[in-house]
């Protein structure tokens, strides 16, 4: 996978909401629901807005909860393919 | 063709069959929800073949209805006994229309009936929720949880133990008034309890059940709240925007309602424990 240039966004499939830092997501396609934590709902939320690479997010979740740029990079490419896997999000085309 | 014109939680439903004696049996199961004022919302029509046999085998174990979204406006539903469609119109002044067929009993026809209207709940601000319900002073009291949480029971205790009505059985139907209360409405839709005719009242709290041999009552956050809400409504969402409507009515419901989770023993005493004694 080349994250440098691959953007995710939303899977438009899903119907997800924030309540209370955190964020429940429908996947409806096999009727779950989801409950992204804090620092999943911050990536989630950044996604709202456009589709993003693995570095924009990196960018945005080390300067929100003051990390390591080097980590929240490792942290968001793994957590971006854990919300394709469970079709959270989709590579943007 | 023989009718019968209802009215359930606030939905004026028209239920139609070629079938004189399914009606017949609905009527007397839903007497005291009879109604023609009002516009109608939701239409069931149920046709007979006695030769039915369905094209899929069900998904759900029975008397469940498997269900599955074509697109965001039709609805495909189906079970052992009979199958449908429910369709949802995009213009939200013309009514939602369930047309099954199968067997003509009781119970395909009235559970046709609660399919269509957990599919049309959503439109009107609400939806259906697996929990038993009493009325009194302060409110409404929900409890919820899957079968054999012990639903019926805590009604029963609490009926017996308090001046409070019974609201619902097994299946409540809940609603946003206009001025953002949510209500939770009898239905005839119940086992053993008998809910006071066309009865609501607004929600107080909603428990979560755990059987103990103590009580005790643990507020949830709201998070929780709506997770549990989620796990324990009759709602199909397979298909995205009934997930977002579904996902909204739980999180305005968990805003403006407590939850909690209730560990109760079998025993009068948990009346006066929630302050109903």
């Known amino acids: 996978m080349n994250y440098v240039s691959t953007r995710y966004r939303q899977n438009p499939r899903t119907a997800g909401r924030v309540i209370d830092d955190l964020v429940f997501v429908v996947t409806p396609d096999d009727n779950k629901l989801h409950t992204l934590n804090k620092t999943s709902a911050h990536l989630w939320t950044c996604l709202d807005a456009a589709p993003c690479t693995v570095d924009e997010l990196a ?35 | ?72 406006e039709l609805y495909r539903l189906w079970r052992r006994d009979a199958e449908g469609t429910v369709h949802i119109p995009t213009d939200p002044s013309e009514p939602i229309v369930a047309d099954y067929t199968g067997l003509p009993t009781r119970g395909s026809l009235e559970a046709g009936v609660r399919v269509a209207m957990s599919l049309a709940l959503p439109r009107h601000g609400g939806l259906m929720l697996h929990s038993s319900g009493v009325s009194g002073k302060p409110g409404a009291l929900l409890f919820s949880g899957p079968s054999g ?25 809940i609603r946003r008034d206009t001025d953002g209360t949510w209500c939770a409405w009898a239905t005839p839709f119940s086992g053993e309890l008998k809910p006071a005719r066309q009865s609501h009242a607004p929600i107080v709290a909603v428990h979560f059940l755990v059987q103990s041999d103590h009580h005790r009552r643990k507020p949830l956050t709201k998070a929780e709240l709506v997770r549990a809400l989620l796990r324990n409504m009759l709602a199909y969402v397979d298909e995205p925007q009934a997930a977002a409507r579904a996902l909204d009515a739980v999180i305005d419901l968990a805003e403006r309602v407590d ?18 004694g």
């Open chain 2, 149 to 173: 949480a012990g639903k019926t029971t805590i009604a029963r205790l609490l009926l017996a133990g308090s001046p409070v009505t019974a609201l619902a059985d097994d299946l409540a139907v």
């Open chain 2, 259 to 276: 939850g909690y989770v209730l560990q109760f023993a079998k025993n009068q005493r948990i009346a006066q424990y929630l302050g109903l």
């Open chain 1, 59 to 93: 960018e945005s979740l080390a300067n929100r909860f003051a990390v390591e740029k080097a980590q929240a990079a490792q942290d968001v490419a793994e957590f971006c393919e854990d919300m394709v896997a469970r079709c959270i999000l989709e590579i943007a085309q």
């Open chain 2, 1 to 72: 063709m023989s009718e019968l014109s209802l009215s359930i939680g606030g939905i004026r439903i028209l239920v139609r069959s070629d079938v004189a004696a399914a009606i017949e049996g609905m009527r007397e199961r839903c007497a005291s929800y009879e109604s023609d004022t009002g516009d109608i919302d939701l239409i069931v029509r149920f046709a007979a073949r006695s030769d039915f046999e369905p094209d899929e085998a069900p998904l759900r174990p029975y008397p469940g209805y498997s269900c599955r979204a074509e697109s965001a």
